[in-house]
């Protein structure tokens, strides 16, 4: 598959997208995106990154593996912290980041996947129409 195949696709099925080099970068509903890489010529790089103001991070841009694992440390800190003070309100913070975090990031990753399953199905029908 081409960048130019992969930029027909986007625009055939309505994906905002924008494209730097051998790089484009798809914009999904709730500040995720995915970015394609083409700068291979073997293989695709495909990663899924969260922009500003999502359900993981906050305000903070980051890869979703890496925001997976910034709220698990950053649950155990918090509720470490106010485990001080009251342990059943410290355990019931971390239970509530884990299960936010895990949520959010199975959506996130669902999201990422259907996409990536949606394009390799495209892909491939439309290897066997223009050969």
């Known amino acids: ?12 099925f309505g ?4 494209r730097d080099n051998n790089e484009l970068m798809v914009q999904m ?14 293989a695709i790089h495909i990663s899924n990154k969260l922009n500003s103001w999502n359900y993981l991070t906050g305000f903070i841009k980051m890869e979703l593996k890496h925001a997976f694992i910034f709220n698990l440390i950053l649950g155990v800190v918090i509720s470490y912290g106010i485990s001080f003070y009251d342990t059943k309100l410290g355990l019931g913070i971390f239970i509530a980041s884990s299960i936010w975090s895990i949520i959010w990031t199975l959506t996130y990753k669902e999201r990422s996947d259907r996409f990536k399953q949606f394009l390799l199905k495209w892909s491939q029908q439309y290897s066997k129409v223009t050969v």
């Open 1 to 12: 598959m081409t960048i130019e195949n992969t930029e027909t696709f986007l625009i055939k």
């Open 15 to 18: 994906y905002n997208f924008t």
């Open 29 to 42: 509903p709730l500040s995720q995106y995915i970015s394609l890489d083409f700068a291979q010529d073997e």
